[in-house]
């Protein structure tokens, strides 16, 4: 059974499209992420939720939003690509927002934008 | 505000040798610190944690770190080098307060891990 899984794994589109990226765990946890890694690698937080309530947000456009039906679920999405989007969106799950928590990572959605 | 630096891009290693990737943080409060490794085109898997209990921490597949507050470093080593290590290893600081952003992960640049035959 996969912990956090993402759908879809690629995403090709062109600029100003809409779209969204799911997530969904099933550990239990109280608190989801969203991390963009960059072509460099560099990864940076962009939201996360905590109980279905937004507890971080980043200096993230407000072109992305992120959406959490249930605990066990944080999609975003996306409006209006521009190419600066092409990256790589993790998420991610943990415990709770303790600081000492294990984050534990999904496998990635990696968004191109031409 | 916290920060993390790993210095070296890239390192590498021949099979059997010590593996050694620096991790400095900077951070106002005591901090955890977090060992992530990225193998291609997968997501990232926990390594090791440092929450204030001992300084050195073991992790899985060989790899520790020790904590030295007065040099704020976090450095993770493995005796001995396996192919299978090569990957992008990411250090990571955190706050230690519950609530708020205090689960929020700080990343380093990461490192690529080479293994030479």
């Known amino acids: 059974d996969t912990a956090v899984s993402q759908t879809p794994k690629y995403l090709v589109t062109q600029m100003g499209n809409d779209k969204s990226i799911k997530c969904e765990q099933n550990?239990?946890?109280?608190?989801m992420y969203w991390y963009k890694q960059d072509s460099k690698k560099f990864l940076k937080i962009m939201f996360s939720y905590n109980n279905k309530e937004l507890i971080i947000n980043e200096t993230v456009p407000n072109r992305f939003s992120p959406k959490s039906p249930d605990k066990a679920h944080l999609n975003l999405h996306i409006n209006s690509l521009e190419l600066g989007d092409s990256a790589v969106y993790f998420c991610?799950?943990?415990?709770?927002?303790?600081?000492?928590?294990?984050?534990?990572f999904g496998p990635g959605t990696r968004l191109t934008v031409t | 505000a916290q920060s993390v630096t790993q210095l070296g891009s890239h390192v590498s290693v021949s099979e059997g040798a010590l593996v050694l990737l620096r991790c400095n943080y900077s951070?106002?409060?005591?901090?955890?610190l977090f060992w992530y490794v990225q193998y291609p085109n997968q997501g990232l898997q926990l390594l090791l944690k440092y929450t204030s209990a001992a300084t050195l921490v073991k992790g899985i597949n060989g790899f520790e770190a020790e904590f030295k507050k007065s040099e704020t470093s976090f450095h993770l080593t493995k005796p001995s080098a396996h192919m299978s290590d090569a990957a992008e290893y990411f250090c990571a600081v955190s706050g230690t307060n519950y609530g708020g952003s205090q689960g929020n992960l700080i990343f380093g640049k990461g490192t690529k891990l080479s293994v030479k035959p």
């Open positions: 991610a799950s943990s415990q709770d927002a303790a600081g000492a928590r294990e984050q534990y």
């Open positions: 951070s106002s409060v005591p901090p955890y």
């Open positions: 550990l239990g946890h109280d608190t």
